[in-house]
């Protein structure tokens, strides 16, 4: 059973910055893309930025210059280093992971989610 545990969310001023991981644990063989979406009240769930396995990532056009995902593989672990935070970056971000096990083969797996409040 692969699991996503996340933590790093929080409350911050505008213009500040959080730390977000992500650690991915269970029966993995390999890990395809790793990374990040976020979704605001009433909005659909959006890409922040995505790690592939080669290293190429993907960074959501709002967040370019600010955000940076990065990761650990050996540990099988993904970060988020969140910079100059606005408010309209307030959302509960999400840990997600394209990944392959000898259960279930190739699959994609979500973790519970952590909050990031940016507010004054």
């Known amino acids: 059973q692969v699991q996503l545990v996340e933590s790093g969310g929080g409350l911050v001023q505008p213009g500040g910055s959080l730390r977000l991981s992500c650690a991915a644990s269970?029966?993995?063989?390999?890990?395809?893309?790793m990374g990040w979406y976020r979704q605001a009240p009433g909005k659909q769930r959006e890409l922040v930025a995505l790690?592939?396995?080669?290293?190429?990532?993907t960074y959501a056009d709002s967040v370019k210059g600010r955000f940076t995902i990065s990761r650990e593989s050996a540990k099988n672990t993904v970060y988020l280093q969140m910079n100059s935070l606005k408010p309209e970056d307030m959302a509960v971000y999400y840990c997600?992971?394209?990944?392959?096990?000898?259960?279930?083969?190739?699959?994609?797996?979500w973790g519970q989610g952590t909050q990031v409040t940016v507010s004054s």
């Open positions: 997600n992971a394209d990944l392959v096990t000898m259960a279930r083969g190739r699959s994609v797996y």
């Open positions: 269970g029966s993995i063989i390999s890990i395809n893309v």
């Open positions: 790690m592939a396995r080669g290293g190429s990532t």
